[in-house]
Antibody
Framework: EVQLVESGGGLVQPGRSLRLSCAAS????????MHWVRQAPGKGLEWVAG????????GYADSVKGRFTISRDNAKKSLFLQMSSLRPDDTALYYC??????????????WGQGTLVSVS | QSALTQPPSASGSPGQSVTISCTGT?????????VSWYQQHPGEAPKLIIY???KRPSGVPDRFSGSKSGNTASLTVSGLQAADEADYYC??????????FGGGTKLTVL
């Protein structure tokens, strides 16, 4: 069974930076696109960013464009999200999610348990 | 891109069927067969239950089914069980490399 474990969340002041990581295992990591999805407390899901199997960014949500950068290290089976100029409305549980297919956009078939980012 | 539109709540009695709608535009739901549905129980991560409009991942009961007509997708849960009580989110690929979710529907089993 696919395993995704996020880390790096925490309490940070507005304007500061934070780097999230996601360790993947039990699947061929470099075959799949990966995404970050967030969920503000008590709110719905919001797609944040995606990256192709070979490291090309697929896209960013307008709300984070220019502030967040997605990257991956296939050798270490890891996904990253570099977040800068953080704002209070970035406060959320950040999930790492695996794309279901090689296209990378059809759906997200495996999710981690999330890492909480609080901006205050 | 605006969020897809879902009813905030839905309900049904055990054994009944309930359908949750998800309305978008021709730039997302209407333009692609890449609608997916996710079930989320309190305190848990979302779980994929429908992808590419009608497909079910391995292990998802056939009580869950998806469909689409024009710019509106639907999730039907048949033979409602207590364990189906959860939040349900639709999602769709959208033009210009974007992915949007619906606002979520809280399903209550009466």
């Amino acid at each position: 069974e696919v395993q995704l474990v996020e880390s790096g969340g925490g309490l940070v002041q507005p304007g500061r930076s934070l780097r999230l990581s996601c360790a993947a295992s039990r699947f061929k990591f470099d075959d799949y696109a990966m995404h970050w999805v967030r969920q503000a407390p008590g709110k719905g899901l919001e797609w944040v960013a995606g990256i192709s199997w070979n490291g090309l960014p697929l896209g960013y949500a307008d709300s984070v464009k220019g502030r967040f950068t997605i990257s991956r290290d296939n050798a270490k089976k890891s996904l990253f999200l570099q977040m800068s100029s953080l704002r209070p409305d970035d406060t959320a549980l950040y999930y790492c999610a695996k794309a279901e297919d090689t296209f990378g956009w059809t759906s997200f078939d495996s999710w981690g348990q999330g890492t909480l980012v609080s901006v205050s | 891109q605006s969020a897809l539109t879902q009813p905030p709540s839905a309900s049904g009695s055990p054994g009944q069927s309930v359908t949750i709608s998800c309305t978008g535009t021709s730039s997302d739901i209407g333009g692609y067969n890449y609608v997916s549905w996710y079930q989320q129980h309190p305190g848990e991560a979302p779980k994929l239950i429908i992808y590419e409009v009608i497909k079910r991942p391995s292990g998802v009961p056939d009580r869950f089914s998806g469909s689409k007509s024009g710019n509106t997708a639907s999730l039907t849960v048949s033979g409602l069980q207590a364990a189906d009580e959860a939040d349900y989110y639709c999602g769709s690929y959208a033009t210009s490399n974007d992915f949007i979710f619906g606002g979520g529907t809280k399903l209550t089993v009466l």
